[in-house]
């Protein structure tokens, strides 16, 4: 069953392989429309690299281990009680996390409590305005 599982990237890298071969042979042309990547393929290799690339893109979703067993994990040692003397151990903090994701101008953001969101959304709006400001400093030449 491990090796179906790489027939997926294995047939998406066969892909970009033979995608880039178009792209040498003049066979296919890269554009962007707003903010999505186009491929126009008019020859052989770069049409079979495109469907190459999308039946290996399906086929690691649907070779994708789903509802797989876990590994079983070895019990752990009987933590001893503690002596009247020693005080019992601070739990750890808990970790708190978050992020800016920019799709195109837009971001996105996400954060595992309140306090470390609204941190994010002032990141991304930051970062907004940074991406604004050099845009039109880029545009008018300054």
């Known amino acids: 069953m ?43 290799w770069s049409i079979v690299g495109v469907l190459l690339m999308i039946a290996g893109f399906f086929l690691v979703f649907l070779t994708w281990p789903v509802g797989a067993e876990p590994r079983p994990v070895p019990p752990s040692p009987v933590a001893t ?15 708190r996390w978050g992020g800016v994701v920019f799709l195109g101008p837009v971001p ?15 990141l991304g709006a930051l970062l907004f305005v940074a991406l604004l400001v050099l845009t039109v400093i880029s545009i008018r030449g300054i």
Do not use: H
């Open 2 to 44: 491990r090796l179906a599982r790489l027939a997926g990237p294995a047939l998406f890298l066969a892909g970009v392989a033979l995608l880039a071969v178009g792209f040498l042979e003049n066979e296919a042309t890269l554009s962007l429309f707003v903010i999505f990547p186009v491929i126009t393929a008019t020859g052989v």
């Open 108 to 122: 996105l953001v996400f954060g595992s409590d309140p306090k470390v969101t609204r941190w994010m959304l002032l």
């Open 81 to 95: 009680p503690p002596s009247q003397g020693e005080a019992p151990a601070a739990p750890a903090p808990a970790r």
